[in-house]
């Protein structure tokens, strides 16, 4: 929305339509009018005929606007530009803002709250010692389906008598407006609440009275509108049941304290009361705890439910390996490697409970599997992955003990490989949403801080539980296969699996950090993959912990590298090279640089990020007001081609020079320098200089 209210102020600015100033005239009815189109605003400078006893007057701006257009209130919700008043000659007081109405725009997508006809914004004013004028500035924008700036600058005499009709349509004016601003709840009898819902839900409720008579304003409360007065929150829904008004707000941070706004409802006189609403929530930890338990279940069915999703798959077979070999082990042990995988998966969930609340408190909002936004998780994730592919294949041991092929059950359900197993299933897991798990993760990330890890621990309970049932009863082992020479090939297809997740895990960050990112994970992989193979071919216990040194900085240092690639510069201000483009800016006497450039072509990119990016070449470029025009040919393309041609190249890079004053362009070298650059880019005089100083020279 930020970007919708920057748009709309970047139009105002860039129209360059000014309202015509009225002129100052000895009059009350200072006015001015600004017309454009079927759009028609008129503004007054008004003063309230009487005067407080310190000498302060009650001055205010009256629009009046054509039908079907309106202004905006301070806060003008999705979209425009708040009323501003700037008096001159008398310190003014905080403006007097009427209750807004509320204003569905954008085809709907779009709440925000205004005044359309007309309104009457005013301010208690103190006219400076010895002032004899007031005046006021106003900027305003008018929507419709398109928004228009108005500005105006209006002044009138303290001084100036009206005639008696004249005053007392003025007072009777400031009093119609007066009865349109927000009062507080207490005085029409009700006392409003604010509680809180969930993390992201505030409720706001209002009971009737029960004493007094039938058409108290206090009673039969009806048609409830509630219009917050802040960025950050949003009515959900509204209900007068019975008289008791409910209204459900959204709140885009948990960390919202006060509930602000404008309440509209119908009171039982019959007429329409706007309370002005400023409260603190009632409970600080308010939660429906019904559904929470409900979602517990969810969470838990939900985890049970993740073993099933392609994404966990290669751990789950994992597990199922390890399982099948528990059957010639004692209970005691299986029941071993229960607890440390679920130690495992209940602890990674609650790093991740840890993380989200860490994030909430900063400010941000996630969602589950929002780690895999972050390209460094995803390149740990990959690294963590490619070795235990190739530790299954074969290549190394995990154990510093050299034992073969012929142990490998042992090795699979060891105690700690069975807490990384369950780490490395939580983090395969949480990109996935199995059945049921959606309205529980929805639930953990709008609950207060301390439900958020019992819903997290509840899904990874319902992870590890059919690990947990195996080992714990023996008798379902007996439908497990036995163990034996079957493991070795299971053994490799498991590893080749985990290729395939590594295969995926490559995708998601090519598909978030750009195509730079991923080829940057794979030199890691490679260098990962290279250090395990000369690990696994090492005897020696010294050098095979040098190498696992190396191999961590080499991880740490290349995750840290996988990072979301950002836009050039030089693709960032360019625009599309076309024929019709260059001719057009050619006609108009605009010097224009053109690269041809591809994403394959190793040496455009080094001319990109070392000459074409640098500071010192796009300050001459904006300095001599060149366009930049940037002809990809990653794809085939024959206009580039035949221009490529038209100067004897057949195949890129090409760089052209059009100055304004030169009728053909200059060709610069394949490899670019920045010296070459700035002297290419010299205006006409400086240039043909320097050519005369070079042919002297020779």
Not at 360 to 386: D, I, K, S
Not at 542 to 555: I, N
Not at 602 to 624: D, I, M, Q
């Amino acid at each position: 929305m930020a970007f919708l209210r920057l748009l709309v102020a970047s139009s105002w600015l860039l129209s360059g339509l000014v309202a015509h100033a009225a002129t100052p005239v000895p009059s009350s009815w200072a006015e001015g009018a600004f017309d454009e189109g079927d759009a028609r605003v008129e503004a007054r400078l008004l003063v309230h005929p009487e005067r407080g006893e310190d000498g302060s007057v009650r001055a205010g701006v009256r629009f009046t606007l054509d039908p079907g257009w309106h202004l905006y209130w301070h806060y003008p919700g999705d979209a425009g530009l708040p009323t501003e008043l700037r008096w001159r000659g008398a310190r003014a007081g905080p403006l007097a803002w009427p209750a807004p109405s509320i204003f569905q725009e954008g085809e709907g997508t779009l709440v925000t709250y205004g005044y359309a006809g007309d309104v009457l914004l005013s301010a208690e004013l103190r006219p400076e010692r010895g002032a004899e004028r007031i005046g006021v500035d106003v900027e305003a924008l008018a929507c419709r389906t398109v928004c228009i700036p108005a500005s105006f600058s209006l002044e009138r005499s303290l001084d100036a008598e009206d005639g008696k009709d004249r005053a007392a349509a003025v007072r009777r004016l400031f009093a119609v407006h007066a009865e349109k601003l927000p009062k507080r709840a207490a005085a029409i009898g009700l006392s409003p609440e604010v509680s809180v819902v969930d993390r992201l839900r505030l409720a706001l409720t209002l009971e009737p009275c029960r004493e007094g008579p039938a058409d108290a304003p206090c009673r039969s409360l009806a048609a409830p509108a509630f219009v917050p007065a802040r960025p950050g929150l949003g009515v959900m829904d509204a209900t007068d049941s019975g008289g008791r008004i409910e209204v459900l707000i959204a709140r885009e941070s948990g960390d919202t304290e006060r509930l602000e706004g404008v309440l509209s409802l119908r009171g039982g006189d019959g007429r329409l009361h706007h309370l002005a609403i400023d409260l603190a929530p009632g409970a600080a930890w308010g939660i429906a705890w019904g559904p929470f338990f409900s979602a517990l279940a969810l969470a838990f069915l939900g985890g049970l439910l993740l073993n099933l999703m392609p994404c966990v798959l290669p751990v789950l077979a994992l597990k199922a390996f390890a399982v099948a070999e528990l059957g010639g082990r004692d209970r005691r042990h299986a029941l071993e490697q229960a607890g440390t995988y679920t130690a495992g998966v209940v602890a990674s969930m609650l790093a991740l409970a840890v993380v989200v609340l860490l994030l909430r408190r900063a400010g941000h909002e996630v969602g589950w599997g929002f780690q895999l936004q972050e390209p460094a998780f995803v390149a740990v994730v990959a690294v963590v992955c490619t070795i235990f592919a190739l530790n299954l294949l074969g290549v190394f041991e995990i154990s510093f003990v050299p034992s073969g092929l012929a142990r490998v059950g042992a090795e699979a359900s060891g105690a700690r490989r069975s807490f990384f197993e369950g780490l490395l299933a939580v983090a395969l897991a949480t990109p996935c949403s199995a059945p049921f798990l959606g309205p529980a993760v929805g639930l953990a990330f709008a609950s207060p801080a301390p439900f958020v890890p019992i819903v997290f621990v509840a899904i990874g309970l319902g992870l590890a539980a059919p690990f947990v049932v195996v080992c714990a009863f023996p008798g379902a082992r007996r439908w497990l296969p036995r163990p034996g020479r079957w493991m070795t090939e299971l053994r490799s297809l498991l590893g080749f699996a985990l290729l395939a997740t590594v295969i995926w895990l490559a995708w998601v960050l090519g598909r978030s950090a750009g195509v730079d990112a991923q080829a940057a994970l794979l030199v890691l992989l490679l260098s990962v993959a290279l250090a395990v193979w000369i690990f696994g071919k090492l005897e020696r216990r010294d050098l095979r912990g040098a190498v696992f040194a190396l191999g961590l900085g080499v991880v740490a240092f290349g995750s840290n590298h996988v990072t979301v690639a950002p836009a050039l510069p030089i693709q960032a201000s360019a625009s599309v090279w076309k024929p019709e483009t260059l001719a057009r800016l050619r006609a108009a006497g605009r010097p224009v640089v053109v690269v041809f450039t591809a994403d394959w072509c190793l040496t455009c990119k080094w001319n990109e990020r070392t000459v074409l990016a640098s500071a010192p070449v796009r300050a001459s470029l904006e300095r001599g007001g060149f366009t930049l025009l940037v002809a990809d040919w990653t794809r085939r393309d024959e206009d580039i081609r035949r221009e490529l041609a038209r100067f004897g190249r057949a195949g890129v890079p090409l760089t052209l020079v059009y100055h304004a004053d030169a009728d053909e362009p200059q060709l610069l070298p394949e490899l670019l320098t920045v010296e070459a650059m700035l002297a290419a880019l010299e205006p006409g005089e400086a240039r043909h200089a320097q050519a005369a100083g070079a042919a002297d020279g020779s």
